[in-house]
């Protein structure tokens, strides 16, 4: 190994090493001991904040969220209205360059009305800080609105009842890319049935006019920390795709 490879190879660990820490999982997955380390990506200049691309909408066909919202109204489309205490709707930059879409609300988020704020919520935030992101800058929404009961998986009739919602959404905000948190969301955004995440993950799909990349949900990653590795691989393709640097 060259010195030079040695320096990028060390880079490498050091910032995945960082990532983990962020996101607070402490032990190593046994392949890194085996040399899964990674190159470092070239840093890239550019702010994930940078104004919008989408001042060209121009069209009065797509709605803001707010009306989007508003048409949703205190909605009773499918079952899930039975027994929900809130409508989690989504929140976070309305032309954030970056959309999270995950499954559907839990206990904590039904209680308090927002996206990803329990246990796996507070994952997706530190990860989105390892990413040089605040909750601010992106948007974070759900395939479902409102939660199953027991934290099952949304039927299918629940998910059709809100697809629309969450395409109009995602056109309001027309991001550059959305990054699909689990097997339900990915199911849906790219309408197939049987497949596996992780023959699916590490590269940029297309989703309309949004690059859209595929990972486990945090739910995942607190019940098994191997999923971290490719996880932060992830989410380093997002952010040189955003011109945010990997490095230092
Ligand atoms: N899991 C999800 O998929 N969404 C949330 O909002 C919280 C947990």
Redo the contacts with the bound molecule.
Sequence with gaps: MSSNEFYETTQALENYLRFCKEIGIGELPAGLAAGGTEIADTEKNGTALSPDRRDSHGSSAIQTLSEIREELGDCTRCRLCETRKSI?FGEGNPKARLVFV?????R??DIQG?????R??QL?TKIIQAMKLERKDVY?C??VKCRPPKNRNPEPDEVASCEPFLMKQIESINPEIIVS??S??TGLMLKLKNFKMGQLRGTFHQYGNSKLMITY???ALLRNPSFKKPVWEDMKLVMKELGIPVNG
């Design positions: 989690v995950g499954e559907g609300p839990g904590d988020e927002r996206p990803f704020v329990g796996a919520g997706l974070i759900n395939v948190l689990g339900v969301a949900h945090p739910a």
